[in-house]
């Protein structure tokens, strides 16, 4: 998806930009964010926290402290993880998903964020960042709404509407499916793509 693409190579630049401000930095996604249409104001920002507050503490899957989701203003159904632990879903994707199914894109933006995830972290929800680092994410994703006391369901439910929407790429779709597959079919996950949880103490 060409926003997506945008995304990561963005993300290669921003990582090595020192700051040399002497005021607050601008969070490294600030400008990305612009270019995607800003990040929206309204009820839509109340309904996108709720998704992620289901998910409980997630600190125990990504070692951060602290997440937030904001709203973009483009029409794309999309969602995004930056490392600062900043999570971005578009207005077209609210449209797109109901409650459950958000709470389940959500958890597998933030499995793109798991301590030992591969080192190119951030991805974009409808599979910029290669099939394997999808499927990781989505493992983590369903372990993270499994210990949330929801049904992993709620990820393979919000990929078929992606996987469905006919603003997805037709080359996107075989990735989708493949991915809905393994949730689904409670299939295991490919052994390299396999998160192993940390333990919780
Ligand atoms: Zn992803």
Request: with cysteine; charged share 20%; glycine share 10%.
């Amino acid at each position: 998806m060409k926003g997506a693409l945008g995304f990561c190579f963005l993300m290669v630049v921003v990582a090595s930009a020192g700051c040399v401000s002497q005021t607050a930095p601008s969070p490294a996604w600030s400008n990305w964010a612009e270019r995607e249409g800003g990040v929206a104001q309204g009820p839509e920002c109340a309904r996108a926290s709720t998704a992620l507050a289901r998910l409980g503490d997630p600190g125990w899957i990504t070692k951060l402290r602290f997440l937030h989701v904001r709203v973009l203003n483009t029409n794309c159904p999309c969602a995004y993880a930056w490392p600062d632990g900043s999570l971005f879903v578009t207005k077209g994707l609210l449209l797109l998903l109901d409650d459950d199914e958000l709470t389940g894109a959500l958890a597998h933006e933030i499995g793109h964020l798991a301590e030992d995830s591969p080192r190119f972290k951030s991805a974009a929800f409808s599979g910029s960042g290669g099939t394997k680092c999808e499927v990781y994410a989505d493992a983590a994703g369903c372990e993270l709404l499994k210990s949330a006391g929801l049904a992993p369901d709620f990820l393979a439910r919000a990929l078929i509407k992606v996987r469905n929407d006919p603003r997805t790429p037709a080359s996107l779709r075989v990735a989708l499916s493949q991915r809905i597959q393994i949730i689904q079919g409670g299939e295991a996950f490919p052994e390299q793509t396999v998160w192993h949880a940390p333990r919780i103490r």
